[in-house]
């Protein structure tokens, strides 16, 4: 079992940064990729980036390029995503997720997930 443990959330002005964290504890897969994904109030969960175990492979959703970086240390077992120049259309949850694979974007590969940190960019 893996346990995800994201923070960092909070609320923050158009414009503005935040850094959220997603540590891991627990048994954890030795090649894992490690993913965020969001869900704004009544909209379907999406995918927004995702990190490969060496991080020689990073993917984003077009509409955080640019902005959000995400990075990871193996070493403190912690992913991270950097949100910079955030809109209001950035609100949501944002959630951590854990899967065996080398990368993915469906969010039906990712097999442990965290509970999640909300977001909340004002304009």
């Known amino acids: 079992q893996v346990q995800l443990v994201e923070s960092g959330g909070g609320l923050v002005q158009a414009g503005g940064s935040l850094r959220l964290s997603c540590a891991a504890s627990?048994?954890?897969?030795?090649?894992?990729?490690m993913g965020w994904f969001r869900q704004a109030p009544g909209k379907e969960r999406e995918f927004v980036a995702a990190?490969?175990?060496?991080?020689?492979?990073?993917e984003y959703t077009d509409s955080v390029k640019a902005r959000f970086t995400i990075s990871r240390d193996n070493a403190k077992n912690t992913v991270y995503l950097q949100m910079n120049s955030l809109k209001p259309e950035d609100t949501a949850v944002y959630y951590c997720?854990?899967?065996?694979?080398?990368?993915?974007?469906?969010?039906?590969?990712?097999?442990?997930w965290g509970q999640g940190t909300q977001v909340t960019v004002s304009s």
């Open positions: 997720a854990a899967t065996p694979l080398r990368i993915a974007r469906d969010d039906s590969r990712y097999v442990y």
């Open positions: 627990g048994r954890t897969y030795s090649r894992n990729a």
């Open positions: 990190i490969s175990w060496s991080g020689d492979s990073i």
